[in-house]
Nanobody, 119 residues
Framework: VQLVESGGGLVQAGGSLRLSCAAS????????MDWFRQAPGKQRELVAS????????NYADSVKGRFTISRDNAKNTVYREMNSLKPEDTAVYYC?????????????WGQGTQVTVSS
C-alpha cells in the first residue's frame, strides 16, 4: 500500500494550494480518506475527512469555509483545496486511508508534504 502526497510548497498568506494524495495497493473506492496536519511542536490534528463514496465530508473548525476535500475514485486520488491560507496553516500535511470495519479498519499513511504559509 502506498499513499503519495504532492502539491505542497511555499505560499503567501491569502494564497491557495491544492494537495493531492494518490493511492495504490488498496481498494481506494471503499476507503474513507482523511487529511491530517502536524505543525512543529504540536500534535497531529485531523483537518478534513471524506467518506468512501464522497457523499459526506467533515472539517475541523479551523479550516471550515477555507479548505475543501474531494476525491476521484477513478483516479484513486483524494484532493484538498486550501484557500485563504494563513501562517498558522503551516504544517506537514498527511493523508490517511481507512479501510471499512469489516476489513479490520486498518489505516495507512502517506509520507507527508510540507506547506509553508508566509505572512
Amino acid at each position: 500500500v502506498q499513499l503519495v502526497e504532492s502539491g505542497g510548497g511555499l505560499v503567501q498568506a491569502g494564497g491557495s494550494l491544492r494537495l493531492s494524495c494518490a493511492a495504490s495497493g488498496i481498494t481506494f473506492s471503499i476507503s474513507a480518506m482523511d487529511w491530517f496536519r502536524q505543525a512543529p511542536g504540536k500534535q497531529r490534528e485531523l483537518v478534513a475527512s471524506i467518506t468512501s463514496g464522497g457523499g459526506s465530508t467533515n472539517y475541523a473548525d479551523s479550516v471550515k469555509g477555507r479548505f475543501t476535500i474531494s476525491r476521484d475514485n477513478a483516479k484513486n486520488t483524494v484532493y484538498r483545496e486550501m484557500n485563504s491560507l494563513k501562517p498558522e496553516d503551516t504544517a506537514v500535511y498527511y493523508c490517511r486511508a481507512v479501510l471499512p470495519v469489516l476489513l479490520g479498519a486498518r489505516d495507512y499513511w502517506g509520507q507527508g508534504t510540507q506547506v509553508t504559509v508566509s505572512s
